[in-house]
């Protein structure tokens, strides 16, 4: 199984962590999503899989739940 993490920013309550679960899950190969929330901050989503989503995979679903992905410095 390959874990990936990624930073979310604009995720403020439980509501927010649904909408990213629930889109992040509809992407082929995943398995599991948790999410470290961070209100008013940058939030930590992790992704366990059979293998890696990609970096576009990831950001058009977190895109589509109406969040922003983080790029990494």
Do not use: K
């Amino acid at each position: 199984m390959r874990t990936t993490t990624y930073q979310v920013a604009g995720m403020t309550c439980a509501h927010c962590e649904r909408a990213v679960v629930q889109e992040l899950m509809g992407i082929d190969g995943v398995q599991s999503v948790t999410v470290d929330l961070v209100p008013e901050g940058v939030s930590v989503v992790t992704v366990n899989g059979e293998q890696a989503p990609s970096r576009e995979q990831v950001a058009a679903a977190v895109d589509e739940a109406g969040y922003t992905l983080v790029e990494s410095s």
